[in-house]
């Protein structure tokens, strides 16, 4: 009798192999949720907000009171009112550009270990470490 074989599974199960291997993938970013950000590109180039969501597999973040868009939105509950509501959508994080802690002006990121193992991220314009916010 003949054995069956596929050729999409030839191979063998690799972890992390084949066509879903893209997507898992995580994008690494210098800003986390609660930084303080400027916007550098785009429509709202100059304004300054909050990171409220951070995307990892898309590589983009929510920043409060940036690329507004329009939502219909339906009560769930009998206190709520449904209508229109503006809300922030995602924008991508290489548009934005963390703020300095000394004088909030824009700045890149590098990365220092400290004495005692933790990683501090560091602003590259006036060498402070710069605090995450949790």
Request: proline letters at 5%; a positive charge.
């Amino acid at each position: 009798m003949r054995r069956l074989r596929y050729r999409k599974s030839e191979g063998g199960k690799r972890l992390g192999a084949g066509r879903h291997a893209a997507k898992a993938e995580r994008v690494t970013m210098p800003v986390t949720k609660g930084d303080i950000v400027r916007v550098m590109r785009g429509e709202d180039k100059g304004k300054e907000g909050k990171i409220l969501r951070v995307f990892p597999k898309t590589g983009r973040v929510t920043v409060e009171g940036v690329n507004m868009v329009k939502r219909h939105r339906k009560a769930r509950r009998a206190e709520e009112t449904s209508g229109i509501m503006d809300m922030p959508a995602p924008v991508h994080h290489s548009n934005v550009m963390l703020l300095d802690p000394k004088d909030d002006r824009p700045t890149r990121v590098r990365h220092q270990i400290d004495d005692d193992g933790t990683k501090e991220r560091i602003s590259v314009k006036s060498g402070q470490a710069i605090p995450r916010k949790r």
